[in-house]
């Protein structure tokens, strides 16, 4: 297990809303909680940005931190992402939030303490670039979208 630096600056997290933790041994994501004064409402379309209460430092750069929507909510509530992934680079510190969008046809409620998005840890790697004139051939070579067929 990873050990990642956590500030909670909420002082609600941990007492009347929960801790972000993995809600299963198998969990890939931690369920981040919307840390609002009061419940949200989202018209269709509209986009707010929630705070979640937290700010991690994950230090490595071989490390980063995804927010992705949470599935049910997205599928029966159309409540995603308005950036659609977040991403978060290693070396920010700030408090994690959450662009809320609401791209169904109904208004939508976002509750104190609701959990709104997950945050998955994920490896990265660092690339240098290195200008060349020709790459070496392969059986794909420049063909792409869609060029094997649809099926
Ligand atoms: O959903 C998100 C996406 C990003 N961030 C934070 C962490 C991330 O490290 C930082 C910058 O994100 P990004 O690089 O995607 O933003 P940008 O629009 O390119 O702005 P910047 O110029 O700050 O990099 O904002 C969040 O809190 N939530």
């Known amino acids: 297990m990873h050990?990642?630096?956590?500030?909670?600056?909420?002082?609600?997290?941990?007492?009347?809303?929960?801790?972000p933790d993995y809600a299963t041994d198998g969990s890939a994501g931690l369920d981040l909680r919307?840390?609002?004064?009061?419940?949200?409402?989202l018209a269709p379309g509209q986009t707010e940005l929630v705070p979640t209460g937290m700010a991690i430092h994950l230090g490595d750069p071989?490390?980063?931190?995804?927010?992705?929507?949470?599935?049910?909510?997205?599928?029966?509530?159309?409540?995603?992402?308005g950036n659609l992934?977040?991403?978060?680079?290693?070396?920010?510190?700030?408090?994690?939030?959450?662009?809320?969008w609401n791209r169904g046809d109904s208004p939508f409620t976002v509750e104190v303490g609701e959990r709104i998005a997950q945050l998955v840890v994920v490896p990265v790697v660092q690339v240098a670039f290195?200008?060349?004139?020709?790459?070496?051939?392969?059986?794909?070579?420049?063909?792409?979208?869609?060029?094997?067929g649809r099926s």
């Open 34 to 41: 919307a840390c609002l004064d009061e419940p949200l409402n």
């Open 3 to 19: 050990r990642v630096e956590v500030k909670w600056l909420d002082p609600r997290l941990g007492n009347e809303i929960p801790r």
């Open 62 to 81: 071989e490390l980063a931190a995804m927010i992705l929507p949470r599935s049910g909510l997205g599928h029966k509530h159309g409540i995603v992402l």
């Open 85 to 100: 992934v977040g991403l978060i680079d290693s070396d920010y510190q700030g408090q994690l939030f959450v662009s809320v």
């Open 130 to 148: 290195e200008a060349v004139d020709e790459f070496g051939e392969t059986e794909r070579g420049t063909g792409g979208f869609g060029h094997t």
